[in-house]
Each structure stands twice: as structure tokens, then as C-alpha cells.
């Protein structure tokens, strides 16, 4: 094998499929430390009670939301999306690639989340208002039983527009924050990486934010953006790889995913599993929705991530034990792929650490593939995917066809009562021009 930093490695803890993740292939690594819920919850770092106080906090905006945001009144000011049932998809999965059906399928469509169009205005859109609301109460402006339609006023925007927001994203975290940063007052800079998409840095200027393009890769991205933060006191970072406000603001996702599952009647429980399978960058949305189905569901739950080959990142650092001190560089890899919402080679430390022992896998896809099952959307259920959103898709091929992983854990003869969520995280906003491009990319394989 060829390492390209053999010093990092030092130490690593070594795994299975290393070989496999070295050159590049598709593989599903079994997460062989995880441990029963129960058990995990007294080792991480987050609790329910955190859970409980981000939902909370995102019932409290609501009426700003409502009111700034008019596409979100009809849901009362909740930025939530639907939960659709994919036995389409699923039976052209089987019929053009020959993966057997196996129990239900359905498709969290994250993809038509209000104001920013990905599974980004989960956490990214909950750490801006939190900030927000910090700033208002310490200087105060505001208190817990204050309308929070508030935000919405001249005083507050006014206040807010002398203090800034920066992070660093490969295009979506970027939207989030921009979008909601603005709406505020705040001024946002968003230093996006070189393989962000340019209608995204088009919106957001369009919103008045302030786009730095760099020639680099996102971990340069958010280098960046955390110096210019760090030389002003009225500047707020958003650290993308190590935030507990962006995970407790994905970890919401799962109270209300258990709503869904409830009014359409699906079952959860040890005789009814349900798999979710859930694209991967930096690790912050997967990771931050894992917790909160944990906490839900416990061991019912079998959380997947995927990553594509090149940029395996969460993998190689919850795999090796190294953390964020691994990048795909270390293996040799490019870091290079498609899915723009993926392109990480550094993972976050914070959730690895806490990933380690509550996640049950990690599959990791090529590039190809992604554009096959976007058209597949399409075609069968008409739901528009971006490269990335389709990466979950693989997950559940990979992981109900005969693997070591259900013989593991027992399964297998529980795989009619199975219910399998293809976590679909952005496409909504992609222009019809670009994604026509993706279209018919995957339409030609
Ligand atoms: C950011 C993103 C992800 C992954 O989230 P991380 O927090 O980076 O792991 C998945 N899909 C899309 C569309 C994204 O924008």
C-alpha cells in the first residue's frame, strides 16, 4: 500500500476494506464499535436535553420565520420536509439493476426544504438563529417571551447589521447561512470552495452577501473564512467541522421524521427495523440527524452513511481512529467527485468522535452512479435530485442484498417488516438548466 503520509497513520487502528478505500472502490465498512444506545448515550458528547432546547428554539422562530419567509407559512414558520413513499424508484432499482426489492422504501425529500432547497437549512439556518438570538437577549433587546416576529423589525435588523456571519462551504452550508444571515441584517461573507456551483455564488450575491471564490479545495474554504473571523469580535464563524450548534440543528429532523412515520402508520421497533441512509461530507447533517434518530428510535435504527469513493472522509477517520487527523489525501485519493455537497476530504473530529460508537456502516459510491439514480427519480416519481441527494440510494442497494451486516445483526428474517429512508438532501434549487445536465448524464449510462 501506498501512503502518501505515512506519519499520520501512525497509531491508526486498522480496518477490514482499507484496500478497497485506498484504490478508490466501492465498498460497505461495518461499523464493528458501535455499541447498544443505551450504552453510547453515556459517551457522547450530546444529550437529549440539548435536543429538546434546539427544537424548542426553532418553535420560537417560527413566527419570524412565518413572517420573513412567506413559502413557510402554510407549516406555521416549521422548515420541514414530506416523507414520500418510493416503491417506484424501488421497482426500477430492481428492474434496471437488478437489486431485489426488499421491504419498503421511501425517500425523505429534504430536496424541497423552504428557503434553501438542501438538508443545509437544517442546521445551518438553526445556528444563525441561535446566534441571533444570543446577540439580541445579551444587549437586551429581547427575552424568551418576546414575539419572535421581532427579528423582523427596523430596530433588530438595524442592530444586527453591525455585526457579520462567515463560513466556509462548498455551496449549500453557504446558501443556508447567506440566505438567513441577510434576512436578518447580518453581513455574511461566504468563502466557497473551488468546486462550488456558480449559480449558487450568483443567489447569494443577488441577497447581498459577499462571495470569495477560492481556487482551493473546502478545507481551504473554511481555513479562510476562520482567520477573517478570528481578527474581529463582531464576527461570528460558523465552523462546519467542529459545530454543536449545526448538529443539534440537524438532530431536530428525527422528532419530527417519528411524526411522519407515525401518521403513515409505520412501524418501529426490534421486530420492524428501519434503515436510513444518509449522504456524507463533513459529517455534521448525518451525523447531527443519526443522534436525533438514535434518541428516537435506539437500537431500531441503523444508520448508514455514504460517501463517494474519492472523498471518503468520515469513513477513513472514524475507521483509522485518527479523526480529523486523516484526509483522503493521507490515502491517496483525490478527494474529488460530483457531488459537490460531498467534495470533503477532511471529516469533522466532533462527529467522529461522536459517530464512533452509535453508527452502524458507511458505503461508499462512485461518481457514475448518482447521476443513474437522479434520472431514476425522475423518471418513475418526477422528484428532482442534485448529484449528491442520490448517494443514499446506493446505501440501501449495498446494505439489504445478503450482507454480512443483516447475518450480523439478525435480520435477515426480519427484512419483509423492514422500512428502508433514502435521505434525499438538496435539489430543489438547482436550475433546470444545470440539472437538465445531470438528467440526461444519467440518462446515457
Ligand atoms: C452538505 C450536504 C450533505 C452532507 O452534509 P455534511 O454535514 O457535510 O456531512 C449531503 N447532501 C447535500 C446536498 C449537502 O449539501
Redesign the pocket.
Same mark, same amino acid.
Given at each position: 500500500m501506498d501512503f502518501k503520509n505515512i506519519d499520520c497513520l501512525k497509531g491508526a487502528k486498522f480496518f477490514i476494506s482499507e484496500a478497497d478505500i485506498i484504490a478508490g472502490k466501492e465498498s460497505f465498512w461495518i461499523n464493528k464499535d458501535k455499541i447498544p444506545f443505551e450504552k453510547a448515550r453515556d459517551l457522547i458528547e450530546f444529550n437529549r436535553e440539548q435536543e429538546i432546547d434546539a427544537a424548542e428554539r426553532l418553535e420560537r422562530f417560527s413566527l419570524y420565520i412565518a413572517k420573513a419567509f412567506p413559502e413557510t407559512e402554510i407549516d406555521g414558520g416549521i422548515i420541514e420536509s414530506p416523507l414520500i413513499d418510493a416503491s417506484l424508484i424501488q421497482s426500477e432499482i430492481e428492474r434496471a439493476l437488478g437489486y431485489q426489492s426488499v421491504g419498503r422504501l421511501m425517500l425523505k425529500l429534504d430536496s424541497e426544504l423552504p428557503i434553501s432547497g438542501?438538508?443545509?437549512a437544517r442546521g445551518g439556518i438553526y445556528e444563525v438563529l441561535k446566534y441571533a438570538e444570543h446577540l439580541a437577549m445579551e444587549n437586551d433587546l429581547l427575552t424568551h417571551e418576546d414575539n419572535y416576529e421581532k427579528f423582523a423589525s427596523k430596530e433588530l435588523q438595524a442592530f444586527f447589521s453591525d455585526y457579520s456571519i462567515v463560513v466556509g462551504s462548498t455551496g449549500? @452550508?453557504g446558501m443556508s447561512i447567506g440566505i438567513m444571515g441577510a434576512s436578518l441584517g447580518f453581513k455574511v461573507t461566504v468563502h466557497m470552495s473551488a468546486d462550488a456551483r456558480q449559480w449558487k455564488k450568483d443567489l447569494l450575491r443577488t441577497k447581498g452577501v459577499a462571495v470569495v471564490e477560492h481556487v482551493a479545495d473546502y478545507g481551504h474554504a473554511v481555513i479562510e473564512g476562520r482567520e477573517q473571523a478570528a481578527q474581529d469580535p463582531k464576527c461570528y464563524f460558523v465552523d462546519d467541522e467542529d459545530s454543536a450548534d449545526l448538529f443539534l440543528g440537524y438532530a431536530v429532523a428525527a422528532r419530527r421524521l417519528k411524526k411522519q412515520l407515525d401518521a403513515q402508520g409505520v412501524q418501529v421497533d426490534s421486530e420492524h427495523p428501519l434503515f436510513v441512509y444518509l #449522504?456524507? $461530507?463533513? $459529517?455534521? *447533517? #448525518?451525523g447531527g440527524v443519526t443522534f436525533g434518530l438514535k434518541l428516537f428510535f435506539g437500537d431500531a435504527v441503523h444508520c448508514i452513511f455514504v460517501e463517494p469513493t474519492h472523498a471518503p472522509a468520515v469513513l477513513l477517520g472514524i475507521a483509522t481512529g485518527l479523526d480529523e487527523h486523516v484526509s483522503a489525501q493521507d490515502f491517496g485519493l483525490d478527494g474529488l467527485t460530483a457531488a459537490d *455537497? @460531498?467534495a470533503?476530504s477532511r471529516p469533522s473530529g466532533l462527529v467522529c468522535r461522536t459517530m464512533r460508537p452509535l453508527i452502524d456502516g458507511v458505503v461508499t459510491v462512485d461518481d457514475l452512479r448518482l447521476y443513474q439514480y437522479l434520472a431514476m427519480a425522475w423518471d418513475t416519481q418526477k422528484v428532482k435530485l442534485?448529484p449528491?441527494?442520490a448517494a443514499g440510494f446506493y446505501g440501501y442497494c449495498r446494505a439489504t442484498q445478503k450482507s454480512e451486516y443483516l447475518e450480523d445483526h439478525n435480520l435477515s428474517n426480519k427484512m419483509n417488516n423492514s422500512t428502508h429512508i433514502v435521505w434525499a438532501? $438538496?435539489g430543489r434549487m438547482v436550475p433546470d438548466k444545470d440539472w437538465l445536465c445531470y438528467y440526461e448524464n444519467g440518462r446515457s449510462l
Open positions: 438542501s438538508i443545509k449549500n @452550508l #449522504p456524507c $461530507g463533513v $459529517g455534521g *447533517g #448525518p *455537497g @460531498l470533503v442534485e449528491s441527494a438532501t $438538496g
